[in-house]
């Protein structure tokens, strides 16, 4: 199973920021690729504040990187955005130091990248 994980920006994400995250989401999906992408999930029943992101990341990315519910053949991160919060330059250091291939859409959400 390919599995792509998403980061990109989770506080104060704008409409057209998750519009386009969806966007993202679904063209991986039509290609064979299963997208992680907690930031759309976890925000409907956990609040939007420091402590409840922490809480979020903290358990998504020990579940992860501990590859305590996956298993993959291949497993990469994909940043979005040229934004890149707090929250996201830890997750995208942790999935680095273990391992997991980084790349980047710098031009926002543009799947022509």
């Known amino acids: 199973m390919l599995i792509t ?13 998750r519009a386009e995250l969806l966007a993202v989401c679904k063209n991986l999906m039509e290609n064979g690729i299963l997208p992680l992408a907690p930031h759309l999930y976890f925000p409907q029943f956990i609040r939007d504040d420091s402590n409840g992101q922490k809480k979020v990341r ?4 020990r579940l992860i ?20 919060t707090p929250g996201m ?8 130091s273990y391992g997991f ?3 980047f859409r710098e031009d926002g959400y543009n799947e022509s990248n």
Do not use: M, W, Y
């Open 101 to 103: 291939e980084i790349s």
């Open 89 to 96: 330059r830890k997750d995208i250091h942790q999935f680095s």
């Open 58 to 61: 903290h358990i998504f990315n």
């Open 5 to 17: 994980i998403i980061v990109s920006p989770f506080a104060g994400q704008t409409s057209e920021e």
């Open 65 to 84: 990187v501990e590859r305590k519910f996956l298993t993959c053949d291949h497993c990469d991160v994909l940043v979005l955005g040229t934004r890149i």
